[in-house]
């Protein structure tokens, strides 16, 4: 599915390439081309975390409703945080993660089972600043491998962005500039193990 029509056109190359027979493209906004019970798997890629949430948030009844098992999703890893309290907020238990980098450019791919969606009121932070910033699955990787240097380079581009912030908001006057240097702190702090300096 693609909003786009040149984008289908491309796809349709890409499929006859491929010599792929069961496969369905369509033209439309979000998951409006997709009937209730229709999949049981969605992938939603190469979109970063407003227009991927606008998709699954847009749908109308809740992913469950719609008879979605589960997502697999991938924004620009940058986004990796934010996607981790959007699905933690929703129900939606995250089964693994993987970052990739492709020509220097860092993504987060994650699968999750859906759960049912709570209602605004009932939404709430469930996950602590660690568990948002470096998931459990990425934390799980094992020292040396690819994986694991990617958590690395990962958490170094967030340290540097995170002590910049940090500088900024130290300049700052009021409660307001404080308590985001004290959260900004924390992350540093948080982050620091993870992300060895560099030679």
């Known amino acids: 599915i693609d909003i786009s029509e040149q984008a289908l056109t491309g796809a349709r190359s890409n499929v006859a390439c491929a010599r792929v027979d069961d496969v369905s493209l369509r033209c439309g906004n979000g998951l ?17 975390l407003t227009t991927l949430t606008q998709i699954l948030d847009g749908a109308g ?3 469950a409703e719609r008879g979605v098992k589960r ?18 907020v929703r129900g939606h238990a995250i089964e693994a993660e993987e970052l990739v980098c492709e020509d220097a450019w ?3 791919i994650v699968a999750a089972t859906v759960g049912e969606t709570k209602n605004a009121e009932d ?7 660690l568990d948002a910033e470096l998931g459990p699955c990425l ?5 040396g ?6 958590v690395q380079i990962y958490a170094q581009r967030r340290l540097a962005e995170a002590r910049a912030q940090l500088e900024g908001a130290r300049s700052g006057r009021g409660a307001r500039a404080e308590a985001r240097a004290a959260k900004l702190a924390e992350l540093v702090t ?8 560099r030679e």
Request: no cysteine.
């Open 190 to 197: 948080i982050l620091e193990p993870f992300a060895p300096e």
């Open 32 to 48: 409006g081309p997709l009937a209730p019970f229709e999949a049981e798997v969605l992938v939603v890629a190469g979109v970063g």
């Open 123 to 129: 939404k709430h932070e469930t996950l602590s600043t």
């Open 139 to 143: 934390r799980s990787a094992h020292t």
């Open 106 to 108: 860092m993504h987060y």
């Open 61 to 63: 009844l809740s992913l």
């Open 71 to 88: 997502l697999v999703l991938s924004p620009p890893a940058v986004d990796a945080p934010d996607l981790r309290r959007w699905l933690t």
């Open 145 to 150: 491998t690819e994986d694991y240097k990617l």
